[in-house]
T-cell receptor
C-alpha cells in the first residue's frame, strides 16, 4: 500500500543550525509530495509541494526536492529560527477512485529550536 | 480569502454521549475531507466528499460515526456513542478539486476529549 515514513523526533537544534528532516515514501504510481507544518493548537498548513520528479518545492527558506530514484522528499533549511518550532508532516497524494485523491500522511516530526 | 472554519474548537464529553462537529470549507471548494488526528500521530482520513457525494469512507467507523454534506457546502461529523479512544483532534479540510497534486487546506481543528 501507499505509505510515508519520516525520521523520528523530536529534533532539537540551536538557532541558525542546519535542518534536515528525512521523508521517504512507498506508492503505486506517481504521487505528488507535500510538507505540512502544524504549530501548537493549530491545524496543518501547507509548507511546500512538488508534483513531479526533480521538482523542488520551496517556501520560507525551506526546500525539498522530489527524488524519484530514492523515493524521497527530504525537508531542509539552512538556518532555523525559534519560530520554526512545530511538527512537520510529509504527505503524498495519488489519484483515487471516483475522481478523488488519496492523501497519506507520515507520523510527523517534532522540531524544537532553542535560542 | 476566508479559510476553513470549524466549530466547536474544544469539546469535553463523557463516554457514550454524542457530539457533533461542523465545518464550512473555503468558498468554491468542491472536495471536503474529515480527518482524525490522535495525539502524536499523523492525520487519518475518515471521509471524503466530492460536492455532496461520498468519495471515500472506508476508514469511517460507521457503527458510531456519521457525516453528511447537505447542499455540497457545509458538513457535519457526528459521533454517537463516543468511546474513550475517540479522543483526538478532528480536522476538516477542503480542496478545489479532489485530484492528485491539488493542495488541501485545513481548518484549526475540533479538539475532543472523551472522559
Amino acid at each position: 500500500g501507499n505509505s510515508v515514513t519520516q525520521m523520528e523526533g523530536p529534533v532539537t537544534l540551536s538557532e541558525e543550525a542546519f535542518l534536515t528532516i528525512n521523508c521517504t515514501y512507498t506508492a503505486t504510481g506517481y504521487p505528488s509530495l507535500f510538507w505540512y507544518v502544524q504549530y501548537p493548537g493549530e491545524g496543518l498548513q501547507l509548507l511546500l509541494k512538488a508534483t513531479k520528479a526533480d521538482d523542488k518545492g520551496s517556501n520560507k527558506g525551506f526546500e525539498a526536492t522530489y527524488r524519484k530514484e530514492t523515493t524521497s522528499f527530504h525537508l531542509e533549511k539552512g538556518s532555523v529560527q525559534v519560530s520554526d518550532s512545530a511538527v512537520y508532516f510529509c504527505a503524498l497524494s495519488l489519484p483515487g477512485d471516483n475522481y478523488g485523491q488519496n492523501f497519506v500522511f507520515g507520523p510527523g516530526t517534532r522540531l524544537s529550536v532553542l535560542p | 480569502e476566508a479559510g476553513v472554519a470549524q466549530s466547536p474548537r474544544y469539546k469535553i464529553i463523557e463516554k457514550r454521549q454524542s457530539v457533533a462537529f461542523w465545518c464550512n470549507p473555503i468558498s468554491g471548494h468542491a472536495t471536503l475531507y474529515w480527518y482524525q488526528q490522535i495525539l502524536g500521530q499523523g492525520p487519518k482520513l475518515l471521509i471524503q466528499f466530492q460536492n455532496n457525494g461520498v468519495v471515500d469512507d472506508s476508514q469511517l467507523p460507521k457503527d458510531r460515526f456519521s457525516a453528511e454534506r447537505l447542499k455540497g457546502v457545509d458538513s457535519t461529523l457526528k459521533i454517537q456513542p463516543a468511546k474513550l479512544e475517540d479522543s483526538a483532534v478532528y480536522l476538516c479540510a477542503s480542496s478545489y478539486l479532489g485530484v492528485a497534486g491539488n493542495t488541501i487546506y485545513f481548518g484549526e481543528g475540533s479538539w475532543l476529549t472523551v472522559v
